[in-house]
């Protein structure tokens, strides 16, 4: 033991590479690219640092190239997860008497692996697995992934120092508890930096954590877990569950240890999760943390004083960037009538310079959607649009799943506001407008509010100031992430904290101190170095 205060490193932001022709970067990833597609890995579980092998397999492929296997991922059978519960448990002490120095420590030595020997690994098995382009995989599996263990090893640092005052005679401090029981992290395909968040938010408080990664993204998940024991996470911190969604949740949430989800998915699974806990309440030591990040519709509202090449970039980038498959991807649009033939006219040249393919190709903007159930949901979706006479396709609206789960960047427009497309999270690369008549931009906004049950992310687009704070203020409760003349996808780790309210969530702010506090059970200390020695109070003696 030391005896100092310590302080981190500041914090900082990964640089993203760009990849461009002839850096060797670009050589780089190409290489691991190949490495990856030409072998087909054997994914156990890992619990307590033991790989465990059940025999019960699923086969984890190409989206973009759905023939090819990449990997052949084993998963948790009840016996199995109730080992993973008891290997987070029997890790519990010593982690969370680990001095947080040392804890931190650890994690600032993940950020640096992801720095140099883990990107090119994390990128091209999210690239091969989850279908990013190189941009994509950079900016999520490198990157953001990255910034969450640097950011949050300080966002600890900040909380620890969060004391109250003191007088004469008594000192009082907070001693900042990690959760009694376990925490069961549950994470979704379309970020690599979102399963690493999600399981080691709790972790670098002094929690273990039983994580259930999705099915479609296990590749870059796995290597993450190679990646933690490389910097010298203590077995069982984090253990690696690939299994059934209703199965772990049914033995996990039944656990009497339970004591926090941290979770990201549909708002449907996650209502269902809470409802479970809630007829579970009895059962459990403590009132669990319920920490989680569900559905959007988020939406990108243009004022006719705005800037319309800037509001189109915003558009086409935040709606079709990795197939529309982003909590925060636009996929509703008001656009004014005064303006929308010059923004429509800006919007279809941006879409023709568009390409669809393997990500392996890097011209290529947009990869595959993330399986079957998803490419027919939308096509759905699709279909609908082409049947009603309430809309009209006017880019894309074809599909092909023959090779991968390909589907055209598509494009509506519809004379109804509350048109399906309008209503509903997709989830997928199309897009729906709205043209609203300028001088009814009130009732737009009433109808936008209206619309949706979700309040993720949301951005306007407009030069006039008085319209910019008025838009503001109306539309405050519309998303968690709001942006004014901006995109509203990216949101930056330590820079925009990530979380919605409404259905979306519960707006516990990724990427913030905010979110690490809810992983703590605070004990407050009272300690009287001058204890009083008679009971009684001066009021009571006689006149």
């Known amino acids: 033991m030391t005896n100092a205060l310590f302080n981190l490193p500041d ?117 091969l697995g989850q279908s990013k382009t190189a941009h994509q995989a950079e900016i999520d599996s490198t990157c953001e992934t990255a910034d969450f263990f640097r950011y949050n090893a300080k966002f600890m640092e900040q909380i620890y120092r969060q004391q109250p005052l003191s007088t004469d005679h008594t000192w009082n401090r907070v001693h ?64 690696f569950v690939p299994s059934r969604g209703s199965l ?33 309440l009895e059962k ?58 010059q923004l429509r006219e800006l919007i279809l040249g941006m879409m023709a310079r568009i390409k669809v393919g393997d990500v392996r190709d890097f011209r290529n903007y947009m990869g595959a959607v993330i399986d079957e159930a998803s490419y027919d949901a939308t096509m759905r979706y699709i279909g609908l649009a082409q049947e009603s006479p309430e809309a009209e396709i006017i880019w894309g609206g074809k599909g092909d799943k023959s090779v991968g789960w390909f589907i055209e960047p598509t494009i509506i427009v519809t004379t109804n506001p509350k048109f399906i497309t309008m209503e509903e999270e997709i989830f997928a690369p199309v897009l729906s407008v709205y043209v609203y008549e300028d001088e009814k931009l009130d009732e737009t906004i009433r109808v ?26 109306a539309l405050a409760n519309t998303a968690g992430n709001f942006y004014i003349n901006d995109k509203c996808t990216g949101a930056v780790v330590g820079h925009q904290p990530f979380g919605g309210a ?10 913030s101190f905010l979110n690490l506090i809810r992983w703590t059970s605070p004990r407050t200390i009272k300690e009287c170095f001058a204890p009083h020695r008679d009971f009684a109070y001066p009021f009571m003696e006689e006149e």
Not at 448 to 473: C, E, H, K, M, Q
């Open 448 to 473: 936008l509010d209206g619309t949706s049950p979700y309040a993720l992310t949301g951005a306007i687009f407009a030069r006039n100031r008085y319209v910019v704070n008025r838009l503001t203020a």
């Open 284 to 341: 459990y030591r403590i009132y669990p943390r319920l920490v989680g990040e569900t559905g959007g519709k988020d939406y990108i509202l243009v004022h006719h004083s705005a800037d319309l090449v800037e509001a189109a970039t915003a558009i086409v980038r935040s709606s079709f960037e990795y197939q529309g498959q982003k909590c925060s991807a636009c996929s509703r649009v008001y656009a004014p009538a005064s303006k929308w033939p």
């Open 502 to 511: 409404r259905a979306s969530g519960t707006n516990d702010k990724a990427g």
């Open 248 to 280: 772990i949740g049914k033995v996990v949430l039944d656990h009497p240890s339970f004591a926090g989800l941290h979770f990201t998915g549909s708002t449907g699974v996650f209502n269902s999760m809470w409802k479970t806990v809630g007829g579970n």
């Open 11 to 127: 914090s900082h932001n990964e640089p993203a590479v760009s990849y461009a022709p002839g850096s060797p970067e670009r050589a780089r990833l190409k290489a691991e690219l190949d490495r990856q597609y030409n072998q087909v890995l054997d994914i156990p579980l890992i619990i307590g640092g033991e790989e465990v092998r059940t025999g019960n397999l699923l086969t984890a492929v190409c989206p973009h190239e759905h023939g090819h296997v990449l990997a052949h991922v084993h998963q948790a059978g009840e016996a199995e997860i109730h080992l993973a519960i008891q290997a987070a448990l029997d890790a519990k002490a010593d982690w969370e008497n680990t001095p947080w120095e040392e804890r931190a420590a650890i994690f600032n030595r993940m950020a640096s692996l992801i720095s140099t020997k883990y990107r090119y690994i994390l990128n091209a098995a999210t690239m």
């Open 176 to 239: 900042y508890r990690a959760l009694e029981g376990f925490v069961f992290a549950v994470s979704p395909f379309n970020f690599t930096a979102i399963g690493a968040n999600l399981a080691t938010a709790p972790a670098i408080m002094g929690n273990t954590v039983v994580w259930k990664p999705a099915s479609t993204s296990i590749l870059s998940n796995y290597y993450l877990m190679e990646l933690y024991k490389e910097a010298g996470l203590p077995r069982g911190v984090i253990n």
